[in-house]
């Protein structure tokens, strides 16, 4: 069943962005027609993240009607398809945000899988994303000011008939993960999908404009994003570090049990 997922937050910093492209390409990775869409036409960061900044044709000249969505679509990592936001302020300005409905429209019978990178906090732009998305997730960092914006954010979907029924708490720091989820959950009213951890490997691997599950697999941050992913897909989770220790634990025992023959 295809499904489309409006990726939000409150405030702008918690990493919605990077979660977007991370997700769509573990899913990718699961097998899943994916495609991702940047309906942040104002401060576009998906093609800066994936090195597409620099493409002809984007998200603006379609919302400018001035080129066709499948103009638009190109490859990303893993079989992921990206649809980016143009950077430049002409094309923000040329572009009309009434037309993001008929172009999601479009979307959703290509794929089993569109995610909706919104725009950060409460804008005009910003609501047909929260409109017209199967759920809208939240990514929360674990500070109050990000609760209370993405609470916010959660009042506002459902007040133009969007749905909110879970959470992302990037970030976070290593102690008292499930206290800090436990809270989060209750004070959005949400079911958390998963905790990501703060690490350095997503800044880097940003860097070199690669999904983190791309270029640090095992990294927490991926592993987190994975398993997710997985949920989403309803697919069983295999964590690639695990499969590796029990790797050099099965060679380990077999080397021990040729010495003792």
Do not use: W
Not at 65 to 72: F, P, S
Not at 88 to 106: I, T, Y
């Amino acid at each position: 069943m295809i499904r489309a997922y409006t990726i939000a937050s409150g405030k702008g910093g918690t990493g919605k962005t990077t979660f977007t492209v991370n997700l769509g390409t573990a899913l990718a990775q699961l097998g899943k027609e994916t495609y991702i869409l940047d309906a942040d036409v104002g401060m576009a960061n998906i093609g800066i993240l994936l090195g597409l900044e620099n493409v002809p044709v984007t998200l603006h000249e379609v919302l400018a009607g001035k080129a066709t969505i499948d103009e638009a679509i190109y490859d990303g990592p893993a079989g992921l398809k990206v649809v980016p936001s143009g950077i430049s302020l002409q094309g923000f300005q040329d572009a009309n945000p009434d037309r993001l409905r008929e172009v999601m429209h479009d979307l959703v019978d290509r794929c089993d899988y569109l995610l909706i990178d919104a725009p950060a906090g409460i804008s005009r732009d910003g609501v047909v994303p929260l409109a017209v998305a199967d759920e809208v997730i939240l990514v929360v960092n674990p500070e109050l000011s990000s609760i209370v914006d993405a609470l916010k954010t959660k009042i506002l979907t459902e007040l133009v008939g969007g749905h909110v029924q879970h959470a992302i708490i990037n970030r976070a720091g290593r102690d008292n993960l499930d206290f800090v989820e436990h809270k989060i959950e209750k004070s959005l009213g949400v079911t958390s999908l998963g905790v990501i951890p703060e690490d350095t490997y997503v800044r880097e691997s940003a860097a070199y404009k690669m999904p983190v599950v791309i270029k640090h697999p095992t990294s927490g941050a991926a592993r987190a994003i994975k398993k997710i992913a997985a949920e989403i897909a309803g697919c069983e989770y295999h964590d690639d570090v695990a499969v590796t220790r029990e790797g050099f634990i099965d060679r380990l025992a077999r080397t021990l049990f040729r010495g003792n023959r």
